[in-house]
């Protein structure tokens, strides 16, 4: 063998021992996930129910994980900017979002230039839970879904609803229910966000406003606002007295609710999405985040973990899209 044969020949046997003690490092490393903090990127400004219980959800992961979960709040263009931040990080576990309907369902049906596929670009690890979304009316409305429905039929130009803006998961809400009840002739008002919506359903400016039932809840039960119907399958416990929308309009299988995924950028290892799902149950049968859920209004979902949460994520796209198309909304 020549000199130039018997370098290339070590150059190769190098590589290949390079490679294998990469494989055997990243291996090793897997095997003690988590071993250094994690971080929990919330891509929406603090405050508010998402980032809640977001911060609730990571001390309640930190201590099944025996490691800190750090959150970090990202926010700006309705959660995308947090959302590609994740994206483009490394797929070690240690980098997860904090997902929403916003994020991760509305976004690729809204976005002009989306900077992300919502599922192909990120790795779902757990569905976490689900929030109903309410509709409330002033108080000098009728004080039954069915009376208020006949009012607006009455004078089809008189009566609006507000929403949180144009293109927003409420925004659908209220569209919804109008296909869904039927010659329901109510006008969009859209505001900057449920801080405007509200003081403009208590002033008598709109009639009616869609909005999460954590929101409006304290409303109602101050007697500012009047909740006619929750558009969630059951009562809320939080919230014996008001009906479902099913119950109140007659209506089958009416059922809005926002949501909320634990992801991950593409590509995080199986063994480490199995070990965070896992871990993500147990979370959510903490005592302490059972109270603050019960406080949002929101309902745990355990079990939907991996392909169930890409399941669950691709069927409420599908639910979500033709009402978003028939809007002609687009978001730059």
Known sequence: MNTENRLLTAIV??????TLVGAANLSLAQSQYPNRPIKLIIPFPPGGPTDIYARQY?????????????????????GAIGSVDVKRSVPDGYTLLFGTVTTHGLY?????????????????IAVIGEAPIAFAVNPSMPNTFKEFVELVRSNPTKYSYGSSGEGTFLHYAGERLKQSVG??????????GSGASLPALMAGEISMTSDSLSTVINYHKSGHIRILGVASSKRFAAAPDIPTVNEA???KDFQIMAWYEILGPAGVPQSIVNQLAIASDKALSDPALIEKLNALSIQATPGV????AVQFVKQDIDRLSPIIKSLGVKLD
Do not use: M, W
């Open 305 to 308: 973990t991996g392909q169930k």
């Open 183 to 192: 010659n329901f002739p109510i006008q969009h008002i859209p505001y900057r």
């Open 13 to 18: 046997g190098l590589l290949t021992c390079l």
């Open 249 to 251: 309009l007659g209506l």
């Open 108 to 124: 690729n049906l809204l976005a002009s230039k989306p900077q992300y596929d919502s599922i192909a670009d990120f790795t779902h």
């Open 58 to 78: 990571a001390q309640s992961l930190s201590v099944v994980l025996n490691t800190p979960v750090i959150t970090e709040n990202k926010g700006g263009a309705a």
